[in-house]
């Protein structure tokens, strides 16, 4: 039976690769295929960068494909050396599939597993065909962020991520304490000269939450954004953005009638809470990666029947 390949269009004398009505002429078009349905990114398929590169790398329009894997063969002698990385920007199963696949059609990797759900990869190679900085590279022409697990800029990261939640919580305090007298002009006119002074200062103190502190949110936003997919971080924008802009206008008009203390309060829970699940997730790669590390290279059977 001749059909047509759904992503590269290469003519398919024997469909082996099938799913669902969808006809693939190798594994790789598959996988690739999977990612991009899911970036929502098939209507100009041949000019998505991840397409191109696994064009050039011959992981699609490849029937051969896991053939040429199958036969890549190192010789017993030489020295295989291990490499954990951390890989960022994974949307699916596919794509770890898709990291697989590509590094396993390199000579010299022997073997490649790439977990999605932990975001970790371990690689088996031998050094003397291939070196790490060449391994990154092919993760990095993919579209994905590979880093060692020990790499000190994800330390960096992490200092960050709490010096923001501690300049978020701190402004927050303050404007927290400037809203009482707000609170109060409600019920005493006398007090509205202040309520509109104590309303300047929880603007000025909220600029440096919404600028510095929020930044995470707003970029994760953002890149949300340019693919179609909105998460928490689209309800947490849309609130503050709310809250900002009607406070502005009610202090245009020369109310007091200011949010900024729940505003900042939001953004000061949601930087805590990224900062637990950076501290659990980060505890949990590091037990597995200890346990993968002191599991023997090597075995012997011994065998316990007695020789007659």
């Known amino acids: ?140 022409n993919l579209g994905y962020r590979p880093n060692f697990l020990q790499d000190p800029r994800q330390q960096v990261l992490n200092r960050t991520l709490s010096l923001r939640f501690v300049i978020a919580a701190f402004f927050s305090m303050n404007i927290m304490m400037f809203a009482y007298p707000i609170y109060v002009s409600f019920f005493n006119e006398q007090a509205e000269g202040y309520a509109q002074l104590f309303a300047w200062l929880s603007l000025i103190g909220a600029l440096p939450v919404l600028t510095y502190s929020a930044w995470p949110i707003w970029k994760r936003f953002y890149t949300g954004a340019k693919v179609g997919l909105w998460g928490m971080e689209a309800l947490v924008v849309l609130g503050v953005a709310a809250a900002t802009g009607l406070s502005v206008y009610e202090m245009w008009r020369g109310s007091s009638y200011v949010y900024f203390d729940s505003m900042t309060v939001i953004i000061v829970f949601v930087l805590l809470g990224k900062m637990i699940e950076s501290k659990v997730k980060f505890s949990a790669k590091d037990s597995i990666v200890q346990l993968t590390r002191a599991l023997p290279r090597r075995g012997r059977k011994k065998n316990l029947c007695n020789k007659k």
């Open 1 to 140: 039976m001749t059909s047509e390949c759904l992503l590269c269009q290469s003519p398919v004398n024997l469909v082996f690769y099938k799913d669902g009505e969808k006809t693939f002429c190798c594994a790789g078009c598959q996988t690739v295929h999977q990612i991009l349905a899911t970036q929502q990114a098939l209507n100009n398929v041949s000019e998505h960068p991840l397409f191109k590169q696994a064009l050039k790398s011959g992981l699609i329009a490849n029937p051969r494909l896991l053939e040429e894997i199958n036969s890549q063969k190192i010789g017993e002698k030489e020295t295989l050396a291990k490499l954990h990385l951390e890989i960022h920007d994974m949307w699916c199963p596919s794509c770890a599939e898709v990291i697989k696949l590509t590094l396993l059609k390199e000579w010299g990797i022997t073997y490649c597993y790439v977990d999605y759900t932990t975001d970790l990869a371990t690689i088996e190679y031998a050094p003397v065909h291939i070196t790490k900085e060449r391994i990154l590279k092919f993760i990095s």
